[in-house]
């Protein structure tokens, strides 16, 4: 029998080791918040990244520039679980608030309120990044905004000798379960997508023969034969005159100078919102008319030649009917617009739909031949 060999001991050490195990999970640095004058997102103010989300505010101005009182922000960013499991999110929100996350609202309690607390019970995998997003509403007097959550249940064995385990001399070891609340950490909190670890993939693959590595080298080129006697009487012939076709009488027709979409994507990169003028809709209704899915469809084109932009999709309403319904209607077609270019390939974390109902008028309501204009969809570049 042969010696054991060290070297084979460590080759199986490297076999054995996990692919990910030299990958560093990334760090977070918090979210993103949009800080706004009014009650309805009417006026940015400011705009800063926020490390944790844990505020009280008594009587004081969040940020220089916004009121105390009458005043809205937006947090976005990711968030990334650690572990696997059943997680517990909980809001203590004075006034109002509404939460996202990966497209899905996941509480809607928008209006004044004492100081309430809110649990969202929900299942997350480790790694994977959502798509969160806070809305808050501060109506008048104290202001608070906090998101806490539970970890999934960790068990861990109970260490003690006792008559339970026959004072440790049984495997069968009885665990327990602990679970407690925090603010979430900023190293699960990202303002921006964060960065999957790359695999290394090795462009000189190595082939071992007899023992020593060899570069695989492409197959060399089969030797050309030698043609056969009437062929190369034929290649000592004369080659044969090619005259030029003839230039086609009717020229083709010039192209336009730019494209609408051209248009489009030099408007958006220069962060400048843009109103599509075939994404209106019938009143009350939010079902896509085949004007407004070609348009989208274009869209969704324009979005595929730029992966990193990122828009935020406003839905507008006229100001017929009751305003809280307005506002819930121009979500739910922020909301069909959004969807539909994810079933056209554009990842539902590059899209934010967001309701503003008839707030933001751009014709005379009064006219009911200008409301139509009002009943549409605007898209902001977000950074």
Not at 111 to 138: E, I, K, M, S, T
């Amino acid at each position: 029998m042969k010696p054991f060999s060290f070297a084979f001991l460590l080759g199986c050490l490297a076999l054995g080791a996990p692919a990910g195990a030299s990958a560093q999970a990334a760090v977070g640095d918090g979210l993103r918040g949009d800080y706004y004058d009014g009650l309805n997102f009417e006026h940015l103010i400011a705009t800063r990244r926020d490390a944790l989300l844990d505020f009280y505010w008594n009587g004081e101005k969040p940020i220089s520039g916004v009121p105390a009182e009458s005043f809205t922000v937006r947090w976005t960013g990711w968030l990334v679980p650690p572990v696997t499991g059943h997680y517990v999110l909980h809001l203590s929100i004075d006034d109002g608030a509404r939460l996202w996350l990966d497209g899905k609202q996941l509480l809607d309690e928008w209006r004044g309120q004492p100081l309430g607390y809110y649990d969202v019970p929900l299942d997350l995998q480790a790694g994977r990044p959502y798509r969160l997003r806070l809305d808050y509403c501060q109506y008048g007097l104290e202001a608070t905004a906090r998101l806490f959550w539970e970890r999934p249940k960790k068990t861990e064995p109970l260490r003690t000798a006792s008559w339970r385990n026959l004072w440790g001399m049984t495997d069968k070891v009885p665990t327990f379960a602990s679970r407690s609340q925090e603010v979430i950490p900023t190293r699960y909190l990202f303002s921006r997508p964060p960065a999957l670890p790359k695999l290394a993939v090795d462009l000189n693959p190595v082939l071992v023969v007899g023992g020593r590595p060899a570069l695989l080298a492409a197959p060399a080129p089969a030797a050309s034969r030698p043609l056969p006697a009437e062929r190369r009487v034929a290649a000592r012939a004369k080659p044969p005159v090619i005259r030029p076709a003839a230039r086609p009488t009717r020229r083709p027709k010039a192209r336009p100078a730019t494209r609408p979409a051209d248009d489009m994507v030099k408007q958006l990169l220069n962060g400048q919102a843009i109103t599509v003028r075939a994404l209106y809709f019938e009143q009350g209704q939010v079902l896509l008319l085949p004007a407004v899915r070609a348009s989208l469809d274009t869209l969704a084109r324009v979005l595929a030649r730029y992966p990193a932009l990122r828009l935020e999709v406003q839905g507008h309403t006229d100001n017929q009917g009751d305003p809280v319904l307005n506002q819930q209607l121009s979500m739910r077609r922020a909301e069909a617009v959004c969807q539909y270019l994810n079933t056209r390939g554009i990842a539902p974390t590059r899209l934010s739909p967001l309701g503003l109902g008839g707030t933001q008028p751009v014709a005379d309501n009064n006219l009911p031949a200008e409301r139509p204009r009002n009943r549409r969809v605007v898209l902001r570049p977000l950074p």
